[in-house]
C-alpha cells in the first residue's frame, strides 16, 4: 500500500509552534497505531483484553495526516508504539512516508517495539530513515517470559533484536522492574544488554489501567533498585539527557550506559516536553491524566486543517502541569482506567 503526501495538511495546520499553558514547548509525539497486541505482559493489560473496534482506528493515511499537522506545529521528534505497532498490517508504509519527512521539520523517527516481528521488518526500518528503536525486554528466562507475557516468542524476540542491530539500528532496552518477577534478574540484564552494545532502562510500573493482579504487589521502587544495584556495579550519574524524562548513569565494569524512569519516587513531568496520540486519534496531553482532544473528529470534519488547528491549541491549553502517580494502598483503583497500551506507552 502507498501513502500519497499530504502537503495541504502541513500548510493548513498553522505554523505556530505548540507551547503549553506553563510555557514548555511541545515537540515529541508518541503516537499509537494500534492498541491491539501479540503479547499480554500482566502489569500492562489483562489476558481477555477489550480491543477496539478496527474502524473506530485511524487508517494509516489519517495517521500521517496528523503527523504532518503535527510537524507543521514543530513536532520535531515521533515515536510511533502501541500497543505493538508491528502487529499492525503494513505499519511499515507508514514508517517509509514519515521517514520521507525526515530532514524537513522532523528530526527523529523512532518505535517502541517488543520485538517480536522485528525480524522481518527490521531492515525496513532502517532503509526509511529510522536510527534508533526502544525494545521491551524484561526477562531472558523462557519460562519467566512465558509466565510474564502469556507467550512463548522469547527466541523470536532475541531473533528480532539481533535484526535490528545487524540492520544498523541502535537498540535500547526497556525493562519494567518488577517484585518477585525479575527483581532478581536485573543485573543480568544489564551485563547482557551493555554486553550486546545496547543501552537499557529501568522503568517503575505505573497503575495505568485494570489487570488481573494489584500492582502494588509487584511495585519496585527504583530508590531501592539503584541501591542495590550500587553493591554489584560502580554507577556514575551522566550528564546524557534525552530531554525526556529518563536519568542516566554510566557502569564502570560494563562500558555502559543504565537510565532509570522513576515515574513514582521521582516525579518527571517539569520538563515534559511530549503529547500522546491514541489509534482512534484521541490526543491525551498528560500519560497519567484524563485531559483529552478529539483528533479524528477534527481530521474527518469539514474543515479539516482548521479544526485540527484549533485541537492542538485546545490541547496545549488543557496540558497538566504533572500527574501525580500513587501505588501505596492495596485495592486502589488505577490512576486511570486507560491501559498504557491504549495511550500509547
Ligand atoms: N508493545 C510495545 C512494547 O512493549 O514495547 C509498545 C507499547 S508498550 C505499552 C510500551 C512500554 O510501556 C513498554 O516498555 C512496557 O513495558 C511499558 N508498560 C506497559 N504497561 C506499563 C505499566 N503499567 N507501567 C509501566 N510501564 C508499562
Ligand atoms: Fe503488549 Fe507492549 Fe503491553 Fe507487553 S507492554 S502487552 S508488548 S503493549
Same mark, same amino acid.
Request: proline content about 4%; charged content about 30%; hydrophobic content about 40%.
Given at each position: 500500500?502507498?501513502?500519497? $503526501?499530504?502537503?495541504?495538511?502541513?500548510?493548513?495546520?498553522?505554523?505556530?509552534?505548540? /507551547?503549553?499553558?506553563?510555557?514548555?514547548?511541545?515537540?515529541?509525539?508518541?503516537?499509537?497505531? +494500534?492498541?491491539?497486541?501479540?503479547?499480554?505482559?500482566?502489569?500492562?493489560?489483562?489476558?481477555?483484553?477489550?480491543?477496539?473496534?478496527?474502524?473506530?482506528?485511524?487508517?494509516?493515511?489519517?495517521?500521517? /495526516?496528523?503527523?504532518?499537522?503535527?510537524?507543521?506545529? %514543530?513536532?520535531?521528534?515521533? /515515536?510511533?508504539?502501541?500497543?505493538?505497532?508491528?502487529?499492525?498490517?503494513?505499519?511499515? *508504509?507508514?514508517?517509509?512516508?514519515?521517514?520521507?519527512?525526515?530532514?524537513? %521539520?522532523?528530526?527523529?523517527?523512532?518505535?517502541?517495539?517488543?520485538?517480536?516481528?522485528?525480524?522481518?521488518?527490521?531492515?525496513? #526500518?532502517?532503509?526509511?530513515?529510522?536510527?534508533? #528503536?526502544?525494545?521491551?525486554?524484561?526477562?531472558?528466562?523462557?519460562?519467566?517470559?512465558?509466565?510474564? +507475557? %502469556?507467550?512463548?516468542?522469547?527466541?523470536?524476540?532475541?531473533?528480532?533484536?539481533?535484526?535490528?542491530?545487524?540492520?544498523?539500528?541502535?537498540?535500547?532496552?526497556? +525493562?519494567?522492574?518488577?517484585?518477585?518477577?525479575?527483581?532478581?534478574?536485573?543485573?543480568?540484564?544489564?551485563?547482557?544488554? !551493555?554486553?550486546?552494545?545496547?543501552?537499557?532502562?529501568?522503568?517503575?510500573?505505573? $497503575?495505568?489501567?485494570?489487570?488481573?493482579? *494489584?500492582?502494588?504487589? !509487584?511495585?519496585? $521502587?527504583?530508590?531501592?533498585?539503584?541501591?542495590?544495584?550500587?553493591?554489584?556495579?560502580?554507577?556514575?550519574?551522566?550528564?546524557?539527557?534525552?530531554?525526556?524524562?529518563?536519568?542516566?548513569?554510566?557502569?564502570?565494569?560494563?562500558?555502559?550506559?543504565?537510565?532509570?524512569?522513576?515515574?513514582?519516587?521521582?516525579?518527571?513531568?517539569?520538563?515534559?516536553? /511530549?503529547?500522546?496520540? +491514541?489509534?482512534?486519534?484521541?490526543?491525551? $496531553?498528560?500519560?497519567?491524566?484524563?485531559?483529552?482532544?478529539?483528533?479524528?473528529?477534527?481530521?474527518?470534519?469539514?474543515?479539516?486543517?482548521?479544526?485540527?488547528?484549533?485541537?492542538?491549541?485546545?490541547?496545549?491549553?488543557?496540558?497538566?502541569?504533572?500527574?501525580?502517580?500513587?501505588?501505596?494502598?492495596?485495592?486502589?483503583?488505577?490512576?486511570?482506567?486507560?491501559?498504557?497500551?491504549?495511550?500509547?506507552?
Amino acid at each position: 500500500m502507498r501513502i500519497d $503526501p499530504a502537503p495541504g495538511v502541513r500548510a493548513a495546520s498553522g505554523t505556530a509552534p505548540l /507551547r503549553d499553558g506553563f510555557g514548555r514547548r511541545v515537540t515529541y509525539l508518541r503516537l499509537s497505531v +494500534t492498541d491491539r497486541c501479540d503479547l499480554r505482559c500482566t502489569y500492562c493489560m489483562p489476558e481477555r483484553m477489550q480491543f477496539l473496534p478496527k474502524r473506530e482506528v485511524l487508517s494509516l493515511e489519517e495517521l500521517y /495526516r496528523l503527523s504532518l499537522g503535527f510537524i507543521a506545529r %514543530g513536532m520535531t521528534k515521533i /515515536r510511533l508504539t502501541g500497543g505493538e505497532p508491528l502487529v499492525r498490517r503494513d505499519v511499515v *508504509d507508514l514508517v517509509r512516508a514519515l521517514g520521507r519527512t525526515l530532514g524537513d %521539520g522532523l528530526e527523529e523517527l523512532t518505535l517502541t517495539t517488543n520485538a517480536t516481528q522485528l525480524a522481518g521488518h527490521a531492515g525496513a #526500518i532502517a532503509d526509511a530513515g529510522v536510527r534508533r #528503536i526502544n525494545v521491551s525486554l524484561d526477562t531472558l528466562d523462557r519460562d519467566r517470559f512465558v509466565r510474564l +507475557t %502469556g507467550r512463548d516468542r522469547l527466541d523470536d524476540v532475541l531473533a528480532g533484536i539481533e535484526a535490528a542491530k545487524r540492520a544498523g539500528l541502535s537498540v535500547k532496552i526497556n +525493562t519494567v522492574a518488577l517484585k518477585g518477577i525479575n527483581e532478581s534478574e536485573i543485573s543480568e540484564l544489564i551485563r547482557w544488554a !551493555h554486553g550486546q552494545g545496547h543501552a537499557l532502562t529501568l522503568i517503575e510500573v505505573m $497503575p495505568l489501567g485494570e489487570v488481573e493482579h *494489584d500492582r502494588i504487589d !509487584h511495585f519496585l $521502587p527504583l530508590t531501592a533498585m539503584r541501591e542495590r544495584l550500587e553493591g554489584e556495579f560502580t554507577l556514575r550519574d551522566s550528564d546524557h539527557a534525552t530531554g525526556g524524562p529518563a536519568r542516566y548513569a554510566d557502569i564502570a565494569e560494563t562500558g555502559g550506559r543504565l537510565g532509570f524512569i522513576s515515574p513514582l519516587t521521582n516525579n518527571f513531568c517539569a520538563g515534559c516536553n /511530549r503529547i500522546r496520540v +491514541t489509534a482512534t486519534g484521541q490526543l491525551y $496531553p498528560c500519560l497519567g491524566g484524563g485531559e483529552r482532544v478529539d483528533l479524528r473528529a477534527a481530521l474527518r470534519s469539514d474543515d479539516p486543517d482548521g479544526n485540527l488547528a484549533r485541537a492542538l491549541d485546545e490541547a496545549m491549553r488543557i496540558k497538566p502541569e504533572g500527574h501525580d502517580f500513587r501505588i501505596d494502598r492495596r485495592g486502589a483503583a488505577p490512576a486511570q482506567q486507560r491501559h498504557m497500551s491504549v495511550t500509547g506507552g
